[in-house]
């Protein structure tokens, strides 16, 4: 035959209609009839194309978020029953398969090859993850989001007294202290534009809790981003205290911060008196 068509004609999974040899990507199983003819003569076939549905899969954590500078493990799973097991060894067109944004910028895992693979993305993309079973019939594609949060910028706020920053807190004994034998930290976060949803947190500790005083001087919770201080003994003169700040416990996503305050002993002087015995 020297003309060929094919019936049923669609373009949208049909490279061609018309010609010898053609390329058919149908959503499901489909029969074509192709028709050749001459100048005298006709003649038809039928072609079934069985299509097996794409299988489905996941990737863990769904929801990956890490800091500039740190990386993320990425791992395969719920790999759908539809796939034919085992998964092959892996080529570029064959196995597991890893798709990289030209943003990352690439490289940026460190196998694009294996089922589990760590990602180090210089700033938020999206991943295509593929897999190809035993009868290299691919997976219904997934995309990955990574999103990338800067640092944690803090600063560590201390009160003013006439304009002037103090770092020191009396040490006035047993008493819990009024609030002029007090000290307010504040830690405050100065990253810009962190999205919704991501919160800085903050966690203070303490040098007091060391020898020799071993005792606790915060005096609110120690997860406040500010937190008020006392001097709960007399030595030592000077005290670190240590803020750990980051997001939402994400991994990685840590600043380590500490403050210095001076402990002075405001203790009254009491008066003493003698007295002179008389013979």
Do not use: H
Not at 62 to 68: D, F, G, N, T, V
Not at 183 to 194: D, E, I, P, R, S
């Amino acid at each position: 035959a020297s003309n060929y068509n094919w019936a049923q004609c669609n373009p949208t999974y049909m490279t061609i209609c018309i010609g010898p040899t053609i390329t058919v990507r149908p959503p499901t199983s489909t029969c074509y009839t192709v028709t050749g003819s001459t100048s005298v003569c006709s003649g038809s076939a039928v072609v079934c194309v069985t299509v097996i549905p794409q299988f489905t899969m996941a990737v863990t954590p769904s929801q990956p978020i890490m800091c500039l500078g740190d990386s993320i493990k990425l791992s395969t799973s719920a790999i759908g029953t539809l796939a034919v097991l085992p998964i092959p060894s892996a080529t570029n067109t064959n196995g597991y398969v890893w798709t990289e944004p030209a943003n990352a910028p690439p490289p940026s895992i460190d196998n694009p090859l294996a089922g589990t693979v760590t990602a180090y993305p210089l700033n938020t993309c999206t991943y295509t993850f593929e897999i190809y079973d035993a009868r290299a019939c691919v997976s219904l594609p997934r995309l990955i989001t990574v999103t990338v949060l800067p640092k944690p910028i803090t600063a560590i706020a201390i009160p003013t007294i006439n304009n002037v920053a103090t770092n020191t807190v009396c040490f006035v004994g047993l008493s819990p202290g009024a609030p002029d034998n007090t000290l307010t930290l504040t830690g405050v976060n100065q990253n810009a534009g962190l999205p919704f949803g991501v919160v800085p947190t903050y966690t203070w500790s303490s040098g007091y809790l060391n020898p020799p005083c071993n005792s606790q001087s915060i005096l609110t919770p120690v997860n406040n981003n500010s937190v008020i201080v006392n001097a709960p003994c007399r030595l030592p003169y000077l005290v670190t205290y240590s803020l750990i700040s980051g997001y939402n416990g994400i991994p990685g996503c840590r600043r380590d911060d500490t403050v210095t305050i001076r402990g002075v002993d405001c203790r009254p002087v009491r008066l003493i008196q003698f007295e002179t015995a008389t013979p």
